[in-house]
Antibody
Framework: EVQLLESGGGLVQPGGSLRLSCAAS????????MSWVRQAPGKGLEWVSA????????YYADSVKGRFTISRDNSKNTLYLQMNSLRAEDTAVYYC??????????????????????WGKGTTVTVSS | QTVVTQEPSLTVSPGGTVTLTCASS?????????PNWFQQKPGQAPRALIY???NKHSWTPARFSGSLLGGKAALTLSGVQPEDEAEYYC?????????FGTGTKVTVL
């Protein structure tokens, strides 16, 4: 069974740091890109960051660029999110999501795209003094 | 900053049909944005429904379908069931960046 299990959330003071983990099981972890997505209390979903299967490409939302770092350890089947300089507005449930590759063929030739399929249950981060 | 906009709320009768849309502040949504759709019920993680405009996951009920409509991505629920009451989010890909829509609350009444 494909599973994602987030951990590492908690209460942290403004300006503090926290590292989230997402343990993957039931699939070949290195073959998939992964994303972090967060949801502030009573608000919508916000994409935070993504990383390719090899870890060689990373992407960030403007709201966290320069403060958060996404990484992965394919030998441990684990995704990470290092969060520094935390602010009250970072308070949210943080989900990890798997991103398979899809392929297509059109007049330009072959191409690929990512999409999200499996999500974890989330871990809660609260930034407050 | 790119904004992806959805209807805030829609109401549908059981057995009815409702269409949700997803618009981009950058212009028309095309297949190249690979629209995804997710369902989220209170206290639960989101569940993927549709990817790359119209492709269903193995667990997606047949009554859910995705398309492009008038420059927007669209999710249509046909033969709505009470359990379809939920928040629905679209997701668009802008190169390496991903942007979620604002969400649509669907009420089955």
């Amino acid at each position: 069974e494909v599973q994602l299990l987030e951990s590492g959330g908690g209460l942290v003071q403004p300006g503090g740091s926290l590292r989230l983990s997402c343990a993957a099981s039931g699939f070949t972890f290195s073959s998939y890109a992964m994303s972090w997505v967060r949801q502030a209390p009573g608000k919508g979903l916000e994409w935070v960051s993504a990383i390719s299967g090899s870890g060689g490409s990373t992407y960030y939302a403007d709201s966290v660029k320069g403060r958060f770092t996404i990484s992965r350890d394919n030998s441990k089947n684990t995704l990470y999110l290092q969060m520094n300089s935390l602010r009250a507005e970072d308070t949210a449930v943080y989900y990890c999501a798997r991103e398979p590759l899809g392929y297509y063929y059109d007049s330009s030739g072959y191409g690929y795209y990512y999409y999200m399929d499996v999500w974890g249950k989330g871990t809660t981060v609260t930034v407050s003094s | 900053q790119t904004v992806v906009t959805q209807e805030p709320s829609l109401t549908v009768s059981p057995g009815g049909t409702v269409t949700l849309t997803c618009a981009s502040s950058t212009g028309a949504v095309t297949s190249g944005y690979y629209p995804n759709w997710f369902q989220q019920k209170p206290g639960q993680a989101p569940r993927a429904l549709i990817y790359s405009t119209s492709n269903k996951h193995s667990w997606t009920p047949a009554r859910f379908s995705g398309s492009l409509l008038g420059g927007k991505a669209a999710l249509t629920l046909s033969g709505v069931q009470p359990e379809d009451e939920a928040e629905y989010y679209c997701l668009l890909y802008y190169g390496g960046a991903r942007v979620f829509g604002t969400g649509t609350k669907v009420t089955v009444l």
